[in-house]
Structure formats: structure tokens, C-alpha cells
């Protein structure tokens, strides 16, 4: 069955940086556009950053560009977000999604998500 | 950035009410609305694509109906597994954006 986990959250203090993993598995990753989501507990979501199948399309929301890169080995069946200078208002849970093209564009699974803290 | 706008932000019904949740685009999506539900400490889950195409295993008390900016998500008859947070979000262009959400609590 599809799978997605991701890690490497944690609390880090702002200006620092933190790199989020997304292992997949259960299909087959490298045919799949990927998006990373983020979420204040209790608030409305928050799109962050898209990958193209190859990795040679990305594209973020304005609220990280310059900061954020995202990433991805398809070798691995593994997505990244690279996060630097952060801020305390980046703190969230941080979520990746598998976005499916039939007959339009969706999320169909989402991982469990990351929980990021930027606090000093 | 394409704008989602739901309504009402929370409401209160009892099991076996109807209810249905709007959400206004700011420019035309066609169908590209698709419908979240959410519980607490969970993941989001995707409910309808393609503004009325249900999800594989979502009940069929879940319908999706609109087009162009303004879309609707009703509910026909509300179980108790159904109290949680709806989103809506658009798929028509990058970014992704989603409403902020509509939170359906047990009255």
C-alpha cells in the first residue's frame, strides 16, 4: 500500500537550518509529482513547495523562496525540503503529499508530517 | 495566487442533519476543487477530486457540487465520524492553495 513518512523534525533555533525527508513507498515513485504542505496546529493549511516527477520542475510559495529548496531521489523513492534561516513562523507540522493526475490534480496521500519548532 | 474562501469557518449540527460547507475562488478553477477532511493529530484525507468525484472508499453521504468560483460541500446526512475540519482547495494553478478550513462540531 502507498506510503509516505516523513522526518527530521525537531526544534532548531531561528536562522538555523533543518533538512525534512519523506520516504515513499508502495508505488512507484519517480512517476509521481510531489508537494510538501505545511500547518500550524489547529489552522488552515499552507501549500510550501512542488517537485516535477524528475525533479527538474520546482517551484515554492513566496513565504520561503530564497530559503526553502526542494528536492528529490528517485533512486531512494525519497523527498526533501532543505530548510535554512528559519523562522519562528515556519513553525508547523510539516506534511508531503503525492499529487495524482487523473482526470485533474489532487492529493491523494499525505504523509503523518514532521513536526518543525523554531524557537530560541 | 488564486484565492479559496470558505463558509461558514465552524457549525454545529447533530447527526442525521444535512449540512453543506462553501467555497468561493477568487477567479474561475473550472473543476479543478477538491475537498479535505481533516481530524485532530491526523493527516488530511482526500474526500472529493474533480469538485464531485468521491474518493475510493468515501460514503456516499459525501457530495461535491459547482463550478467556476463557487463550489459547495454537503454532507446528507451527518455520522458521528463525520465531526472533523473540511478544506477546499484548487487545483488549477501552482500555488496550491487551499480555504482555511470549516470546522463541524457536534451540537
Known amino acids: 500500500q502507498v506510503q509516505l513518512m516523513e522526518s527530521g523534525g525537531g526544534v532548531v533555533q531561528p536562522g538555523r537550518s533543518l533538512r525534512l525527508s519523506c520516504a515513499a513507498s508502495?508505488?512507484?515513485?519517480?512517476?509521481?509529482?510531489m508537494h510538501w504542505v505545511r500547518q500550524v496546529p489547529g489552522k488552515e493549511l499552507e501549500w510550501v513547495a512542488v517537485?516535477?516527477?524528475?525533479?527538474?520542475?520546482?517551484y515554492s510559495a513566496d513565504s520561503v523562496k530564497g530559503r526553502f529548496t526542494i528536492s528529490r531521489d528517485n533512486s531512494k523513492s525519497t523527498l526533501y525540503l532543505q530548510m535554512n534561516s528559519l523562522r519562528a513562523d515556519d513553525t508547523a507540522v510539516y506534511y508531503c503529499?503525492?499529487?495524482?493526475?487523473?482526470?485533474?490534480?489532487?492529493?491523494?496521500?499525505w504523509g503523518l508530517g514532521t513536526l518543525v519548532t523554531v524557537s530560541s | 495566487d488564486i484565492q479559496m474562501t470558505q463558509s461558514p469557518s465552524s457549525l454545529s449540527a447533530s447527526v442525521g442533519d444535512r449540512v453543506s460547507i462553501t467555497c468561493r475562488a477568487s477567479?474561475?478553477?473550472?473543476?479543478?476543487l477538491n475537498w479535505y477532511q481533516q481530524k485532530p493529530g491526523k493527516a488530511p484525507k482526500l474526500l472529493i477530486h474533480?469538485?464531485?468525484t468521491l474518493q475510493y472508499g468515501v460514503p456516499s453521504r459525501f457530495s461535491g457540487s459547482g463550478s467556476g468560483t463557487h463550489f459547495t460541500l454537503t454532507v446528507s446526512s451527518l455520522q458521528p465520524e463525520d465531526f472533523a475540519t473540511y478544506f477546499c482547495?484548487?487545483?488549477?494553478?501552482?500555488?496550491?492553495?487551499f480555504g482555511q478550513g470549516t470546522k463541524v462540531e457536534i451540537k
Open positions: 503529499a503525492r499529487e495524482n493526475d487523473i482526470s485533474g490534480w489532487f492529493f491523494d496521500y
Open positions: 508502495g508505488f512507484t515513485f519517480s512517476n509521481y509529482v
Open positions: 517537485i516535477s516527477n524528475d525533479g527538474s520542475d520546482t
Open positions: 477567479q474561475s478553477i473550472g473543476s479543478h
Open positions: 474533480g469538485t464531485s
Open positions: 482547495q484548487q487545483s488549477y494553478d501552482t500555488p496550491r492553495t
